[in-house]
Nanobody
Framework: QVHLVESGGGMVQAGASLRLSCTGS????????LGWFLQVPVREREFVAY????????SYADSVNGRFTISRDDAKNTLYLQMDSLKPEDTATYYC????????????????WGQGNQVIVSS
């Protein structure tokens, strides 16, 4: 089991950058594949990025590919999402999540979730 706590959201102007962090408890953090999802009102959580364990393979949603970077520091039990060139349409609540399974783009496959962190991008 892992408990995830997020930090780093906020309000920025279009074109700016933010870095989200997600710190996990427990000694098994490094064994989980980790993902970022976003959610806006009245819509389901949408996949943003994942990074596998082991190996560190990663992938992004088309909408953020080339602008966002996912990384993890297992020594610090921390997952990151570097968000560059932010756009107003990136405005959402962002969630980190952990799964021990192989399915990684579907939010229903994830077992553990952070509390959510709001990102607001103004034009």
């Amino acid at each position: 089991q892992v408990h995830l706590v997020e930090s780093g959201g906020g309000m920025v102007q279009a074109g700016a950058s933010l870095r989200l962090s997600c710190t996990g408890s427990g000694s098994t953090f490094s064994q989980y594949t980790l993902g970022w999802f976003l959610q806006v009102p009245v819509r389901e959580r949408e996949f943003v990025a994942y990074i596998r364990a082991p190996g560190g393979a990663y992938s992004y949603a088309d909408s953020v590919n080339g602008r966002f970077t996912i990384s993890r520091d297992d020594a610090k039990n921390t997952l990151y999402l570097q968000m560059d060139s932010l756009k107003p349409e990136d405005t959402a609540t962002y969630y980190c999540a952990a799964t021990s399974g192989l399915v990684v783009r579907n939010s229903r496959a994830y077992d553990y979730w952070g509390q959510g962190n709001q990102v607001i991008v103004s034009s």
